[in-house]
T-cell receptor, first 114, second 110 residues
Framework: SQTIHQWPATLVQPVGSPLSLECTVE??????LYWYRQAAGRGLQLLFY??????ISSEVPQNLSASRPQDRQFILSSKKLLLSDSGFYLC?????????????FGSGTRLTVV | SQQGEEDPQALSIQEGENATMNCSYK?????LQWYRQNSGRGLVHLIL?????REKHSGRLRVTLDTSKKSSSLLITASRAADTASYFC??????????FGAGTRLFVKA
């Protein structure tokens, strides 16, 4: 069965420090991969998505970047965190083909920038 | 307003009652999905309804879709305290993106 792992669960980082969040998927090949951010009590904002190794699409200009070094690995990074980067970050995957499939989400990372 | 807005924003009911949440959207869709999120956790996919479907059931969940009104509803029958969570609708308009609403926070009192 397919599983998705996201870590760490919580993170407290000082302003100006780097960030690296990792997400890995097991049990499927060539998935679409996504990074979302959720502000408190709000919906999800799509940050990045990837349809293949090295292919990254950015939805909003910001202080973050994403990479997909392997088929089932998706990394969210920042060189210098801002206070506004605080939030709940969620990784998700969906099947590559067609569009009538739901998303499977990781358990999320609560990032607090202080 | 944005694609995929849930209504109401919050709902409080007694255990055993039915809970109905609504979702409205603006543009044509391929499908609409409902997700559940427990506090501080990731989202869990509940049900997907395609644009050519009008109703779908899964256990105590019933989802309807009215493409002429660009709206959907999620009904949870015989609610339980464990159903307390936030519920999100998400619309797939094609491509690789699915747009999520802000969610309905459901509180089921035991």
């Amino acid at each position: 069965s397919q599983t998705i792992h996201q870590w760490p669960a919580t993170l407290v980082q000082p302003v100006g420090s780097p960030l690296s969040l990792e997400c890995t998927v097991e049990g499927t090949s060539n998935p679409n991969l996504y990074w979302y951010r959720q502000a408190a009590g709000r919906g999800l904002q799509l940050l990045f998505y990837s349809v293949g190794i090295g292919q990254i699409s950015s939805e909003v200009p910001q202080n973050l970047s994403a990479s997909r070094p392997q088929d089932r690995q998706f990394i969210l990074s920042s060189k210098k965190l801002l206070l506004s980067d605080s939030g709940f970050y969620l990784c998700a995957w969906s099947l590559q083909t067609g569009g009538n499939y739901g998303y499977t989400f990781g358990s999320g990372t609560r990032l607090t920038v202080v | 307003s944005q694609q995929g807005e849930e209504d109401p924003q919050a709902l409080s009911i007694q255990e055993g009652e039915n809970a109905t949440m609504n979702c409205s959207y603006k543009t044509s869709i391929n499908n609409l999905q409902w997700y559940r999120q427990n506090s501080g956790r990731g989202l869990v996919h509940l049900i997907l309804i395609r644009s050519n479907e009008r109703e779908k059931h899964s256990g105590r969940l019933r989802v309807t879709l009215d493409t002429s009104k660009k709206s959907s509803s999620l009904l949870i029958t015989a609610s339980r305290a464990a159903d307390t969570a936030s519920y999100f609708c998400a619309t797939d308009t094609g491509g690789f993106k699915t747009i999520f609403g802000a969610g309905t926070r459901l509180f089921v009192k035991a």
